[in-house]
């Protein structure tokens, strides 16, 4: 699945933004240098919550700063 097809739910000042792409909010915070929250599914199948700083917006993946872990590391956009 390529990003710019994925769709995400984006919370702004109180604002809901519906249907905002995770290409363009990903992009947006590279450019405002922003932290984002992010829902991780793990290959066990459980779900977390992480903090993320994004570096860099890849055609298949990007780059981030985890703050849980306190290290970088790419993720793929699917």
């Given at each position: 699945?390529?990003?710019?097809?994925?769709q995400?739910?984006?919370?702004?000042?109180?604002?809901?933004?519906?249907?905002?792409?995770?290409?363009?909010?990903?992009?947006?915070?590279?450019?405002?240098?922003?932290?984002?929250?992010?829902?991780?599914?793990?290959?066990?199948?459980?779900?977390?919550?992480?903090?993320?700083?994004?570096?860099?917006?890849?055609?298949v993946?990007?780059?981030?700063?985890?703050?849980?872990?306190?290290?970088?590391?790419?993720?793929?956009?699917?």
């Amino acid at each position: 699945m390529l990003l710019n097809a994925l769709q995400t739910n984006v919370l702004y000042l109180k604002c809901l933004k519906l249907g905002t792409s995770v290409r363009e909010t990903l992009e947006k915070s590279v450019r405002h240098g922003e932290v984002l929250e992010m829902m991780y599914l793990a290959a066990d199948g459980t779900v977390s919550k992480r903090r993320i700083k994004v570096h860099q917006v890849g055609e298949v993946s990007f780059r981030a700063y985890f703050y849980y872990r306190q290290r970088f590391s790419t993720c793929p956009c699917d």
